[in-house]
T-cell receptor, first 119, second 110 residues
Framework: GAVVSQHPSWVICKSGTSVKIECRSLDFQATTMFWYRQFPKQSLMLMATSNEGSKATYEQGVEKDKFLINHASLTLSTLTVTSAHPEDSSFYIC???????????????FGAGTRLSVL | AQRVTQPEKLLSVFKGAPVELKCNYSYSGSPELFWYVQYSRQRLQLLLRHISRESIKGFTADLNKGETSFHLKKPFAQEEDSAMYYCALKGLSNTGKLIFGQGTTLQVKP
């Protein structure tokens, strides 16, 4: 149990286009999901906390209009990188925190990540 | 400020040797500490957390509030332990967000 699916795993796009990344909790419900960015050989940097039914909470320095987050259901959060540029190229990882009462640990379960390359 | 520090980027040991991956934290309160592991080409997964006081795959970690440390230890390293290890902190706020350390690559040589 507690599988988080992230799609796509790899995407290449042209500069100026928008890219949507999906994060799904396959067998549990998650009111709260998280989006991270990871640079090569560096740690995970939290970008934002995604809350079902309400606006995402962004970390300091993360552009809300650049990284649009939509948490439309208890099993799906999406991150859209708008007007992507080469400096947005990175590894994006999502995680989901299982809602109580599902027999799961109160921890974050991680997706496999999405590698974004902007040409 | 909340911060997690893993001072070693790379730790290389021989199989059978003891391992200690260091983690220090800065937090004004009583945080919850975790160790996550990422094996080659796999996703991040929980190794252990301090509130469980458990031993997973032979690894243990004790929270030392006086030294604000949560070092990960294993008495006898195995080659399959080679991976990236991240120490993480969760504060007492309801957001549930994690603050990660920089990560330590553990390389266990045969």
């Amino acid at each position: 149990g507690a599988v988080v699916s992230q799609h796509p795993s790899w995407v290449i796009c042209k500069s100026g286009t928008s890219v949507k990344i999906e994060c799904r909790s396959l067998d549990f419900q998650a009111t709260t999901m998280f989006w991270y960015r990871q640079f090569p050989k560096q740690s995970l940097m939290l970008m934002a906390t995604s809350n079902e039914g309400s606006k995402a909470t962004y970390e300091q320095g993360v552009e809300k209009d650049k990284f649009l987050i939509n948490h439309a259901s208890l099993t799906l959060s999406t991150l859209t990188v708008t007007s992507a540029h080469p400096e947005d190229s990175s590894f994006y990882i999502c995680s989901a925190a299982a809602d109580p009462g599902q027999g799961l640990k109160n921890i974050q379960y991680f997706g496999a990540g999405t590698r974004l390359s902007v040409l | 400020a909340q911060r997690v520090t893993q001072p070693e980027k790379l730790l290389s040991v021989f199989k059978g040797a003891p391992v200690e991956l260091k983690c220090n934290y800065s937090y004004s309160g009583s945080p919850e500490l975790f160790w996550y592991v990422q094996y080659s080409r796999q996703r991040l997964q929980l190794l252990l957390r301090h509130i469980s006081r458990e031993s997973i795959k032979g690894f243990t970690a004790d929270l030392n509030k006086g030294e604000t440390s949560f070092h990960l230890k294993k008495p006898f390293a195995q080659e399959e332990d080679s991976a990236m290890y991240y120490c993480a902190l969760k504060g007492l706020s309801n957001t549930g967000k994690l603050i990660f350390g920089q990560g330590t690559t553990l390389q266990v040589k045969p």
